[in-house]
């Protein structure tokens, strides 16, 4: 299964987007791209799900490019709240198999 | 609506000791699954189960049995505890293959191995 790196931290400011960028070169077509969050002494949430070009909701945005080696959340004007750590999940529809990210912790700032 | 529920929130156990961590969900959900989270290492899949009475070894199983008598319980074993296993347990639950369906999670069990 497609190994997947992200960054280990990022801060941002209140009211600027964030951007989170998962790597996963050795993606297969079977698989599918998960993003959760988390929160200290919670455990993650679902935010969005992708399989290819671009997916919206109403908290993020899920960028696929066509070669599917990466994906990139995209979190719109951030608030204090949105201080959590940020998972990439690359999993496969046909089997159990799935890769977890080592998550990203994303600090936003007053 | 519960959820998922984890049972204990923490425990701290000496090597070589045993213990079962209990994870419910209230949502009908047929797959089961229980991770380990180690910092900077993400979660790892340890066993899941895809319906009552089944369950399968994932990434990481060695040390730890499970079992799902029941459709809304799925229990985590540790028969003789070591240093090695101290982390943070998460069972998640979904209605389908973790890849492609939405997982619920629990709030997480920390477990400390002396």
């Known amino acids: 299964l497609a190994k997947t790196t992200q960054p280990i931290s990022m801060d941002s400011y209140e009211g600027q987007e964030v951007n989170i960028t998962c790597s996963h070169n050795?993606?297969?077509?079977?698989?599918?791209i998960t993003w959760y969050q988390q929160f200290p002494s919670q455990g993650p949430r679902f935010i969005i799900q992708?399989?290819?070009t671009k997916v919206t909701n109403e908290v993020a945005s899920l960028f696929i490019p066509a070669d599917r080696k990466s994906s990139t959340l995209s979190l719109p004007r951030v608030s204090l709240s949105d201080t959590a750590v940020y998972y990439c999940?690359?999993?496969?529809?046909?089997?159990?198999?799935?890769?977890f990210g080592a998550g990203t912790t994303v600090t936003v700032r007053a | 609506n519960a959820g998922v529920t984890q049972t204990p929130k923490f425990r701290v156990l000496k090597t070589g000791q045993s213990m079962t961590l209990l994870c419910a969900q209230d949502m009908n959900h047929e797959y089961m699954y229980w991770y380990r989270q180690d910092p900077g290492m993400g979660l790892r899949l340890i066993h899941y189960?895809?319906?009552?009475?089944?369950?399968a070894k994932g990434e990481v199983p060695d040390g730890y049995n499970v079992s799902r008598l029941k459709k809304q319980n799925f229990l985590l074993g540790l028969e003789s505890a070591a240093p090695s296993q101290t982390s943070v347990y998460f069972c998640?639950?979904?209605?389908?293959?973790?890849?492609?369906?939405?997982?619920?999670f629990g709030p997480g069990t920390r477990l400390l191995v002396l």
């Open positions: 189960s895809v319906g009552e009475g089944t369950t």
């Open positions: 050795n993606i297969a077509t079977n698989d599918y």
């Open positions: 998640a639950s979904s209605s389908g293959l973790a890849g492609v369906e939405t997982q619920y």
């Open positions: 992708g399989y290819k």
């Open positions: 999940l690359v999993g496969r529809s046909n089997d159990y198999k799935l890769s």
